[in-house]
């Protein structure tokens, strides 16, 4: 099984920061790498899929990059509403594992 | 609007059975890979199944394979969760998703309902 590990578990940050979260798999998923967040009391909504495509709807400041083992979701100019918690997933095969989550916090 | 809707959560006891479902509408349901993902109180997601478009490839995570069965009748546009043999590890919040693209096996999930809270508890 793969096994996806993100960094940091939490984040501080302020409005306007850019910011960074890291996902890395146990072995080689190519581009099936997939972004998501999720807000207290809701569903997750997906960001990114194919590690670097945005998802309909969803706003020009996030973005991601990689392949192979190692993933970055980049929010460009953090918004009030971006505090959440941001998950990534393969789904390069089964089980599609998740990473276990980076809850970004205002500092 | 597309839409998923999951019903059937309650309070089971450790062995009980229960079964989810899933009500799709907004979207051509019997095109699309289907999902089952929980999330334990206070947790993270956890992948649980998925059933492919046409019912014919269905896949389970470990901690669920033997007890628990996914199916679809895409007559009904609706997703089903047979869970047998329930223990307290599998309380969590039952989402139901659906794949990013059509008749794709592995697939983002696009789509997300608002879940249904099963609790195993005696």
């Known amino acids: 099984d793969i096994q996806m590990t993100q960094s940091p578990s939490s984040l501080s940050a302020s409005v306007g920061d850019r910011v960074t979260i890291t996902c890395r798999a146990s072995q080689s998923i190519s581009s099936y790498l997939n972004w998501y967040q999720q807000k207290p009391g809701k569903a997750p909504k997906l960001l990114i899929y194919?590690?670097?495509s945005l998802q309909s709807g969803v706003p020009s400041r996030f973005s991601g990059s990689g392949s192979g083992t190692d993933f970055t979701l980049t929010i460009s100019s953090l918004q009030p509403e971006d505090f959440a918690t941001y998950y990534c997933q393969q789904s390069y095969s089964t089980p599609n594992s998740f990473g276990q989550g980076t809850k970004l916090e205002i500092k | 609007e597309v839409q998923l809707v999951e019903s059937g959560g309650v309070v089971v006891q450790p062995g009980g059975s229960l079964r989810l479902s899933c009500a799709a509408s907004?979207?051509?349901?019997?095109?699309?890979?289907m999902h089952w993902v929980r999330q334990a109180p206070g947790k993270g997601l956890e992948w649980v199944s998925l059933?492919?478009?046409?019912?014919?490839?269905?896949y389970y995570a470990d901690s669920v394979k033997g007890r628990f069965t996914i199916s679809r009748d895409n007559s009904k546009n609706s997703l089903y969760l047979q869970m047998n043999s329930l223990r307290t590890e599998d309380t969590a919040l039952y989402y139901c998703?659906?794949?990013?693209?059509?008749?794709?096996?592995?697939?983002?999930?696009?789509?997300w309902g608002q879940g249904t809270m099963v609790t195993v508890s005696s």
């Open positions: 194919a590690a670097s």
């Open positions: 907004g979207f051509t349901f019997d095109d699309y890979t």
């Open positions: 998703a659906k794949g990013l693209e059509q008749w794709l096996v592995q697939d983002a999930f696009d789509i």
């Open positions: 059933i492919s478009w046409d019912g014919g490839s269905t």
